[in-house]
């Protein structure tokens, strides 16, 4: 069974994002990227799956350009030497692709998946930059398989998946649904490994195919700019609060205070 | 041509949720310039009435033992049915583990853009426009939709304060059936969590703790006493978390819950910018730390600076004594 990663850098979750031009979007140039937090817990279930001799193979895939390698390698240098780990990447990459929305990425990735003929794809739950959660539900709904996202809990046996994932109230909900199929991660799943010295040695020597819209067989007009159903613009920073009071005095007295200011004048309580 | 607003309704065992008044209320108020009319889809369920009161002209429902377990298929395929119905210019749900699951396939089927987490919804030039919440909330932006229909899912309590004021509507049953794709994902089960709690996502007060609670008893003896006082649902910091206080599912920040209550208490928590990620639109934040310097004081409406093993016990107890309710 052939595993697929979906990965995608992102600003760093300690990032500090500046938006100076409302147009034109934050401004990313200073910012230490990242692979997403979530997809590393896809990367790290993959591995589990191929360590259990569940997964025969392992690709990694990402939709970037090859200042996007850096945090490729990150990934492939997951896993034991020798033993686990992706055996390679694919980098999705062509300037037909600029511009694309969510359903024009979940294009280029479910032709991707086909092209490479994966029976799982793993991705995680959402991306920590624009947050959407809507790219591999997307990609499964083009490939035509089912999807299950936010999985904090994985069985997988030929042919079959059953997973568990939060829902309201605390409550777990356990489904099943059989391969080919898209399952999104959440943090629960697994616990990240850290990359070795050896397998970033080796991490160096493992392959990134480029793949254009071309070799994808993707008609170029049904991604990028041009085919994208939503257009964003008009950023802005977050509102700025307005200055908060602190209340002071000894305990009895400020619980007191807080109480009575809760309800008569912020008025939530 | 599109035209109208359709509400997708969430509702536990059969009674419509807060959120789906709140978008209800939105959603006539957005009709009022967008024009068209204002419907509501059930789905496993059939209790309209209250839909009516709060501004759906038409209450589509789906029932039935495929549907009422709401798995993705099946919401995407009762969705299909009543855009089918209702020709909508918007579709609008509450961003939710259901509508995670499946809004994003309806906009790959129908072809639509969709935009997630919406904060703000408004009407310009005759179009919805959304605003959403960007790179864990440090920014945000406006999307605008090209196609037919444009697919949007609200963060819950975005929109507070819904009224009654529309009629009671009876049920307009839709006939919806599962390809073999949209039945593939089965539900075998549902696990109940040790005591039943608000969802965070939905909760409009919470109390978190942080990592100087230093324990689960104390988070069992200090943080939760006093949500319970304060008719709050717990919530908690990835430190404490990680440090094993609480579970994963209380976990507020970039990569646990999202929150957007209206009151948010935070004991000894000090503000890293992940956790600031998870809450910062709560609409009146509390901050107790022992810690003067500490950067949630930037973001709190009221702070305290003091020991929450002598304030949060305190607060408890006032909490009680003045008889708060939930």
Known sequence: MKVGVCIKRVPGSDSRISVTDAESGPDLSGVGWEVNPYDSFAIEAAIQLQEASIASDVVVFSVCGADGDAKIRDALAMGKKGQSGASKAVRLDDPAFEGSDSLGIARILAAAMSKEGVDIVLAGRQSIDGDSSQVPAMMAEILGWPSVCEVTDLEVSPGKVKAWRQVGGGKREVVELPTPCVITTDKGLNTPRYPTLPGIMMAKRKPIEVLDAAALGLDPGSVGAAAAHVSIGNWSPPPERPPGRMLEGDTASVVSELITLLRDEAKVL | ?326
Request: include cysteine; hydrophobic fraction near 45%.
């Open chain 2, 1 to 326: 041509m599109s035209n109208g607003i359709l509400v997708v309704c969430e509702h536990e065992n059969g009674t419509p949720k807060k959120t789906a008044y709140e978008l209800l209320s939105k959603a006539r108020e957005l009709s009022a310039s967008l024009g068209g009319d204002v419907s509501a889809l059930l789905i496993g369920a059939s209790t309209t009435e209250m839909l009516g009161e709060y501004g759906a002209a038409t209450v589509y429902t789906v029932e039935g033992a495929d549907f009422d377990a709401g798995g993705p298929g099946a919401w995407v395929s009762a969705m299909s049915a009543a855009i089918a119905a209702a020709n909508p210019a918007v579709v609008l749900g509450s961003t939710s583990d259901r509508t995670r699951a499946a809004f994003p396939r309806l906009a790959a089927r129908i072809g639509a853009g969709m935009a997630s987490d919406c904060t703000e919804l408004f009407v310009d030039g005759g179009a919805i426009v959304a605003r959403r919440p960007m790179y864990a909330g440090k920014a945000s932006a406006e999307v605008r939709f090209s196609s037919d229909v444009a697919l949007v899912t609200a963060r819950p309590n975005s929109f507070p304060g819904a009224t009654a004021s529309g009629s009671a509507v009876g049920s307009t049953p839709l006939d919806a059936q599962l390809s073999d794709l949209d039945a593939a994902v089965k539900i075998v089960g549902l696990e109940e969590p040790k005591s039943a709690v608000v969802d965070l996502a939905e909760a409009s007060r919470i109390v978190s703790g942080g990592r100087p609670v230093d324990s689960a008893e104390n988070f069992d003896a200090l943080i939760r006493p006093l949500a319970a006082a304060m008719g709050a649902t717990a919530g908690a910091s990835r430190a404490a978390v990680d440090s094993g206080f609480a579970p994963h599912s209380e976990q507020v920040g970039q990569t646990g819950k999202v929150v957007n209550p209206s009151l948010y208490i935070a004991c000894a928590i000090s503000g890293a910018i992940q956790h600031l990620a998870g809450m910062r639109t709560s609409r009146v934040i509390v901050a107790i730390n022992k810690n003067p310097d500490a950067p949630i004081f930037e973001h709190a409406t009221y702070g305290i600076v003091g020991d929450i093993f002598e304030v949060v016990p305190a607060l408890a107890d006032e909490a009680r004594k003045q008889g708060i309710s939930a």
